[in-house]
């Protein structure tokens, strides 16, 4: 048996930035499943923990937005560690620490105690062993009243596509080489099978929805996601069994919409849903009826109930800030459900006062002359940050903060020299980071560096752009619109 247990090694993974993972989210979360946020009071000397980090980007970003927590964050692939220690370093971040450890052998004592943790893309992924290393790290290290974010792929969900994962982690084993070109040889003979009429690739929506991304993915999210030994999608009851033995119970969906079962659901599987008492039950039920094989849990060392006053209280003192222009917010809403859309009466001006700044939750709900439900501030909350239209301020005070900004530039960097360009941009002010491209990392840079008016052409020269002509004036265009639809949404997220 080899170090990595049958994971895969010799490539590494993609960066990304989930909003999911961010404490300020799952505090919503917690909120919108009628429990207290306990972690929430110790919002400023946080211990949060992320294991399997991948290259530490979402540990970064939420260690440099917030720079009196503490940030624990944990891989057993040496390249990722080396990887994140180096930009952890570079951007003078330093309350952060990368740990090079295997969930299954790790002692816990020798982590500190945490208020959160998360464990995006690796459950489901990793063997039995690893996954009860990650429940002992919990049950040894978690407070109570501390709160866990996992995703993994589920079932149902995944039942029609089960197979698929197996043709190209057979196909690719049988080749030689990196786990990206065993993915690659793989793929082609999913194309070709499926070209060939094969009946079980024609069978599953799911299926036939990876056949069509995955030819576009990068080789090594694809080496990661399908060429692992262990990888199982499970079922919701069994993943909240294990975590059971860490004494963590469920309590609410990562994924904001998923809490309002009224947008999730049809009228007659509603019907159905409400007459089941029994909360896994439920969790199952809904499995059947929602078209998506990842979950997003969040569970609760101890959670303790509150009131819907309560809960309405507390997400009245929370801050909103959009992430997009007003005259870029959709109403219209593609849901499981259906078709729907959010009433212009309830919502414009709403959107209009947040296009002037970030607002308390509280106010919202009291503007003068706005029509719809006034009493309700977890479907306010809920459709804007669900939508992900708006994100959750930690500090609405607060600057743009010295190291979210150094780490933001150094990533700029990055992303000029090829590197894999979606992330978040870190913000003292969010107190987590705002998604985006590549692009975003270097117009904000350059805004930050040189002023947020300076003319885009010296942006070309700063960055030593080496197109001309056509080239050079496709750059001024793009850089151009990026800052007139990102700035008003920068300035009010503390970002520049
Ligand atoms: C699919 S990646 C997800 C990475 C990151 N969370 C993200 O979403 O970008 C899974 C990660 O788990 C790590 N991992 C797998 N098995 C592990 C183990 N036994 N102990 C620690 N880390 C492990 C891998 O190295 C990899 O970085």
């Not at 919108?32 to 306990?38: D, E, I, K, M, R």
């Not at 690719?172 to 060939?196: F, H, M, P």
Request: aromatic share 8%; charged share 25%; glycine share 8%.
């Amino acid at each position: 048996m080899t170090w990595n247990s049958g994971y895969v090694t010799d490539i590494i993974y993609t960066t990304g930035y989930y909003d999911q993972q961010a404490p300020s989210q799952i505090a919503l979360s917690c909120l919108l499943g009628n429990v207290a946020p306990s972690f929430a009071r110790r919002s400023e000397q946080l211990t949060y923990l992320e294991l399997g980090c991948g290259r530490g980007r979402g540990a970064l970003c939420l260690a440099a937005s917030n720079p009196e927590w503490r940030v624990v964050a944990i891989d057993f692939m040496p390249a990722h560690i080396e990887e994140a220690r180096e930009l952890a370093a570079e951007a003078g971040i330093d309350n952060i620490e990368f740990i090079e450890a295997d969930f299954a052998t790790l002692d816990p004592r020798e982590l500190p105690e945490v208020d959160v943790a998360s464990a995006h893309g690796v459950w489901s992924w990793v063997s039995d062993d690893v996954r009860a290393g990650i429940v002992r790290i919990l049950g040894s290290r978690l407070r109570p009243g501390g709160a866990f974010h996992l995703s993994y792929n589920s079932l149902p969900g995944w039942q029609g596509a089960i197979g698929l994962q197996r043709l190209i982690h057979t196909a690719g084993r049988r080749i030689s080489g990196r786990s990206d070109r065993k993915a690659e040889a793989a793929l082609e003979l999913v194309q070709a099978l499926g070209a060939a009429d094969a009946f079980h690739l024609g069978q599953s929506d799911l299926v036939q929805m990876l056949r069509k991304d995955l030819s576009s993915m990068p080789r090594e999210y694809v080496a990661h996601e399908y060429m692992n030994d262990d990888w199982r999608p499970c079922f919701q009851a069994d993943v909240a069994a294990a975590l059971a033995d860490a004494k963590l119970e469920y309590v609410a969906s990562g994924e904001i919409l998923e809490n309002f079962p009224q947008l999730m659901l049809t009228d007659e599987q509603r019907a159905v849903w409400d007459r089941i008492d029994d909360p896994a039950l439920r969790e199952l039920a809904k499995d059947f009826c929602l078209p998506r094989g990842l979950r997003h849990d969040i569970y609760v060392r101890g959670p303790r109930r509150i009131s819907d006053a309560a809960r309405d209280a507390a997400l009245a003192d929370l801050y909103l800030t959009l992430t997009r222009r007003p005259e870029d917010f959709i109403y219209e809403l593609n849901l499981p459900a259906g078709h729907g859309a959010l009433e212009r009466s309830f919502y414009e001006p709403v959107v209009a006062a947040l296009g002037q700044g970030p607002q308390r939750i509280g106010d919202l709900m009291s503007l003068a002359g706005r029509g719809g439900r006034r009493d309700n501030p977890a479907e306010l909350a809920g459709m804007l940050v669900g939508t992900s239209q708006a994100i959750v301020m930690a500090r609405r005070d607060a600057d743009t903060g010295e190291a979210a900004t150094r780490l933001n530039n150094h990533i700029a960097m990055r992303v000029l020299r090829g590197d894999p360009s979606h992330g978040a941009l870190a913000s003292l002010r969010l107190g987590s980071g705002l998604r985006c491209s590549g692009d975003h990392y270097v117009t904000a840079s350059m805004m930050h560096r040189l002023g947020a008016d300076s003319s885009v052409d010296r942006w070309a020269d700063t960055i030593g752009l080496k197109a001309e002509g056509a080239g050079r004036e496709k750059f001024l265009k793009a850089a151009e619109e990026t800052r007139l639809r990102q700035l008003r949404v920068w300035k009010h997220a503390g970002i520049i």
